[in-house]
Each structure stands twice: as structure tokens, then as C-alpha cells.
């Protein structure tokens, strides 16, 4: 079985790990001992885009077979995306590649032409990173697209997928549903993106319409409406914010317009000061806050980013950014670099699985809670209450049905238990007998989604047009499984609030039908905002593009 493989495979990595530590730090120092000239070697092609595309089908040919196709690594072959080589110079990796290391098992690459290793270099050091920020990366078997799992008996309630979601359908998941892990094999089953067919919609209950807003965009992922309200999106892959404004009859944009392009994976969109007349649009980049100066009706940056604080780059690598109500305090989620490494062990995981906050006045960052996989997909503040709320991706490989995603009212200074605990007082079987003095301490949430539905952002429905029912519900994206046999999620749900500002613990499907009933997958919610005239939009990185519900029932 391949968790107990696995865990032989770790008591073998623990009992060897003093004498690894000890070479780790001596590597550490100087990478592989490279000599002074190789530090100060530059990299050509650095930030090259085409260049580094270029090293792809070169690291296909002689790097995949020993270091896998996202570089992870296998076996005595190490991973290249661990984060050991962000402190390494591009002029030490170059000569490391040059030179080999015969002797443990890396041949030297010196007969490729210096032009090649420079671009597997920057292919390494820049793509592969990216590629492994991919929810898919951190799959351990090889894909399983066979649909036969299809004809499978439902899941055990109040679990489901997405076959049994529908508009209109209430859910609970307690603390007590939860099953043990690996009860079920942890699955690697990735969406195979297809067109949208015609005439195939998604579908909301009756009374409301769905209509496409905006069409032809590139990886839409966050929406924010401007206190004018403009709608901003950010286009994470090629780096650009767009702006939507106004609304036709047929609900499409008046306008759209290029607020600003050339950013590095940006994620988070915050106004500051929160209000009506905002002077800054601060961004989640994947490794820095920036923001932009700021004025009601601007549909294009004024001038340049200025830089707001660092922020780990990689591994889970979307930032969201939120203000609390009286301006003082800004949040960013920053998720974890793996799926569930020890911090202890692994430095990379510092000032990760956390919600930073600072002083936006003078941003120096700490931990406002932590324990927290990752909330990079969406934290928002409640208007009811003031509270911050987060929408959190828990972790993978326990099974189909470990461990629930969930949103949250996040405690200042709360643990939310990953990676050593999960949903309160439940051990990963991963740390045994680790950190016993935080199993009382990890805080149970809200509300818990399914496992591996991909929990992305949400908004508090402030609007005039749903059923007054409505008003103050979240309604949230769930971007889709991969760790799980038949698909759950691709979609966006509604959280209750009842008019209390406070969960219950149920959720509602309201946006379905993003999954083609053969399993195939042509939609993925990301972003979700409010439009001025109440109508929900949601973002969709699947077929790129935005969504618009509107309520005309009465
Ligand atoms: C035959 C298997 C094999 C192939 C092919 C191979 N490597 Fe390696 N690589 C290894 C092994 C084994 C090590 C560990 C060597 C050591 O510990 O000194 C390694 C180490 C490395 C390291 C150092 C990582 C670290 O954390 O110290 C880098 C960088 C690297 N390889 C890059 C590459 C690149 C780029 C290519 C393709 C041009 C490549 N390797 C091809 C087996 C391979």
C-alpha cells in the first residue's frame, strides 16, 4: 500500500536526519562549494520570458527522467522546487549543471552548448516554480482520467461531488462526519479542461438568469467593484488588472479598459482607505504588496508600483489582500510552500500558512493567526461585523473525503491547525506525535466545505436585488477537486448568515453545471463580486470568462 511505503520511507528520512541537517547547513553555505566566480556568473536570459520557455523541451530531454517532470525530484534525486535553490545564484545552478556530481548521481551537462544550460537554467529557476504553484503539482500517482468511477454508489453524506450538486441544496459537514484517513486512496484526478458546449450553461434555481459578462479573457481570477463601481479583475498569468465599467442592456461592460500589465502573478485587489473615495489599489503580488495611486473613475494606472512589503514567493502563490473597516490594518493571506512539510524542518514554510497583517502606514508584517493551509484564494472582512473571514484549501493525499476546506471567521492570534492538526484536535498521520501542546488549540471552523473543493474568494452580498434573504450571505467559488476519485466543487455556493453576521455550519449550491456529465470540466469559478446593481458576478479561469446571475423573479 502506498501510505505504508510511504511511511517507511519517512521513519528511514527521520532516523537519517541529523547527519542530513548537518550536510544540508554545510551545502546551505556554499551551494555544492561553488567558487566565488560562479556567484558572481550572470544569467543572460534572466528574466527572459522566451528564453525560458525555450529550456522546456531542454529540460524535457535531459533533465525530466531523474528530476520528474515539476522537478520534484524522486528517490536520492532532489527536488529543484523545494526552495533550496530561491537562495542559490543563477551562476552557481549554471555551474553545478556544468561540473556534475558524478559521484552522487548527476552527470555534468558541459557538453551542452553554455547558450542550452543557461536556458534549462532559467527554466528551472523561473517556470518550474510556477508550474508547481498549480493545485495539480502536488499530485503523487500518475493521472487517472478513466471516467468508469462515474457509475460509483454516491459518496456517504454529507459528502457529495458533482454529481449530486444543485442549486437550492443544503449542506452540513460536523466534526463527526469526518472519516478516518486514507480510508479512501488519495486520487490524482486533475480536470481535463474542455470548450463550453453550446447551449450547456451554468445553472442557478429558478427566478434567477445567468448571463456572460465579459468573454476572451486570459486566467480572470479575483474581482473587486470600486467604490464608483468599476470592476476590477485581475489576470494573473500574463500580470494585468483589467477594468468593467457600466452595463449595457444585455448585461456587458460599457467600457473596458487595461488598468496596468507587466505584474508578477498578481492575486489580491484592495481600495485604501476603505470608503468611498479611495487613494490606492493595493495588489497580492506572489512575492511582494505593491499599490497603485488611485482615484475614483481612473480606468488606468497613474504611475508606477510602489512596493508595500515582501512576501514569500512560490509554492501556493496567490496573495489576497484586504482591509479591515477602520483603514488600520491590512491583511495578506499567504499560503503554504507545500502541501504539508513541518515548518520545523522546513524553513521555507516560515511566515507561511498565516494571515499577516500590518500597519499600512508603515507595513511591517506578523502573524495575525496561523495554522492555516492556504487563504490566499480569499479573506474578506464581514460588513456585519467587522470580522476578518477567511476561505481556506485544507490538504491533500488522506483521501476522497479528508480534509474539508472551510470559511471561516478567523481569531486573532488563532491556530487553525495545519500541517501537524487538522479540524481541531485531529493528527495528521503525517507528524505523529508531534506539537501534543497545540492539539487543544486548533481552532474548529465555521464552516467545513467538501475536502478538495478549492475554496477560493468570497463576498458578502450587500446588494439590492436577491430576495432579502440573501442580504449578508457569502457567496463563495469553489474552484474544483483534483484529490478525488469523482470531481467536486466547480462551483459557487452560498454561506447563510441570517441576518446575524454568524454561520451555522450549512452551505447551499447556487451555481452548477460547470462539470459535463461524462466528468469532463469546461468551467472553474475563481473571483466573486457584487456588481452596483446587485447582480452577482463570478470570474471562471475555465472557459475565461465572467459570469453574471442576476434575480428577476419575484
Ligand atoms: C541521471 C539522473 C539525473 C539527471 C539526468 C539529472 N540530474 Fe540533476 N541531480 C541528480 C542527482 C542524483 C543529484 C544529487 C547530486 C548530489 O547530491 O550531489 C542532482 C542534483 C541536481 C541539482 C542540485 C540540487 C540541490 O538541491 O543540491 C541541480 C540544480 C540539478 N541536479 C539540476 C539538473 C538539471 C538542470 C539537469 C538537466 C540538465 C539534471 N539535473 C539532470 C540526478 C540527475
Known sequence: MHSFASSYARIAAAILLPASLLLAADVDKKFHNAPASAQAAKNPYAGDDAAAQAGKPLYAKNCLSCHGKLGKGTGNVPSLVDGKLDSVKPGEVFWFITRGDKDNGMPSWAFLPASQRWKIVTYVTSVLPALNAEPEAAAPPPPDTSTSKLNAPPPPPPFTDFRYEKPGTFRKITVNDLPQPYATQSSNNGPALVARPENVWPVALPGFKVELYATGLDNPRTLRTAPNGDIFLTESDPGRIRVFRGMTGDGKPEQSAVFVSGLKHPYGLAFYPPGPDPQWLYVGNTSEVVRFAYHNGDLKASGAPEHIADLSPGGHDTRAVVFSQDGKRMFVAVGSASNVNDPDTHPEEKNRADILVCDPANCQLSVYAYGIRNAGGGIAVNPETGELWCSVNERDALGDNLVPDYITHVQEGGFYGW?????????????????????????????????????????????????????GDIFASEHGSWNKAVRVGYEVIRVPLHQTGHASGEYEDFLTGFVLPDGNVWGRPVGVTVAPDGSLLVSDDGSN????????GK
Open 419 to 471: 500541517p501537524w492538526w487538522y479540524i481541531g484536535a485531529h493528527q495528521d498521520p503525517r507528524h505523529q506525535g508531534k506539537h501534543p501542546e497545540l492539539k487543544d488549540k486548533a481552532i474548529i471552523p465555521d464552516v467545513l466545505l467538501q475536502p478538495h473543493n478549492a475554496s477560493l474568494e468570497f463576498t458578502f452580498y450587500e446588494g439590492q436585488q436577491f430576495p432579502a434573504e440573501y442580504k
Open 545 to 552: 470568462s465572467i459570469w453574471r446571475v442576476s434575480y428577476a
